[in-house]
């Protein structure tokens, strides 16, 4: 069966400081991959996503990057953390192709910047 | 373009009474929509999905939801709330490019009284 892992599960970070968040898939391959930040008080929003390794495509504008340096691994980082950075981050991933629409969520880190 | 519209951002119901979470939606072309729960510092968890099949469906823990085309609506029920379906509620569209991503509500906080 298909597990996704993301870890760490909460994150306490000073402003000023990296971040790297990492994401892995079981039992599938050549998955699409996303990064989704949750804001208090606020939907979801989409910030990367990836078809393929080294592909990602950015959404909005940020402080923020992301890398796919294996098919079934996608880290998210910073170089320099802000307070606005702040959040709740989900790593997500669904099938390339066929008929399926299920997209399967990570359990989340929740990130502090202080 | 696509976008989803959660019509209450708070809802407290008594446990043993029904559950109706609003959402209506915006698209462009024939959506697939999904409604996700989040318990606290938890990842999100899939309830039910319509994609273009029956108009009523089922999913989990005893919610359902119907795809109203006339009225672009997605509302979430349940006969009777328990305890444990306090949590966030997320109406969900999927977005029809090749990235397969999805575009959230922002999010409806059941609470449920005992």
């Known amino acids: 069966s298909q597990t996704i892992h993301q870890w760490p599960a909460t994150l306490v970070q000073p402003v000023g400081s990296p971040l790297s968040l990492e994401c892995t898939v079981e039992?599938?391959?050549?998955?699409?991959l996303y990064w989704y930040r949750q804001a208090a008080g606020r939907g979801l929003q989409l910030l990367f996503y990836?078809?393929?390794?080294?592909?990602i495509s950015s959404e909005v504008p940020q402080n923020l990057s992301a890398s796919r340096p294996q098919d079934r691994q996608f880290i998210l980082s910073s170089k320099k953390l802000l307070l606005s950075d702040s959040g709740f981050y989900l790593c997500?991933?669904?099938?390339?192709?066929?008929?399926?629409?299920?997209?399967?969520f990570g359990s989340g880190t929740r990130l502090t910047v202080v | 373009a696509q976008s989803v519209t959660q019509l209450d951002s708070h809802v407290s119901v008594s446990e043993g009474t029904p559950v109706l979470l609003r959402c209506n939606y915006s698209?462009?072309?024939?959506?697939?929509l999904f409604w996700y729960v989040q318990h606290p510092n938890k990842g999100l968890q899939l309830l039910l999905k319509?994609?273009?099949?029956?108009?009523l469906v089922k999913g989990i823990n005893g919610f359902e939801a119907e795809f109203k085309k006339s009225e672009t609506s997605f509302h979430l029920t349940k006969p009777s709330a328990h305890m444990s379906d306090a949590a966030e509620y997320f109406c969900v569209v999927r977005v029809y490019t090749g990235r397969r991503a999805l575009t959230f509500g922002s999010g409806t906080r059941l609470q449920v009284q005992p």
């Open positions: 997500a991933w669904s099938v390339s192709q066929g008929a399926s629409y299920g997209y399967t």
């Open positions: 698209s462009s072309y024939s959506p697939s």
């Open positions: 990836s078809v393929g390794i080294g592909q």
């Open positions: 039992g599938t391959s050549n998955p699409n």
């Open positions: 319509y994609t273009s099949a029956a108009t």
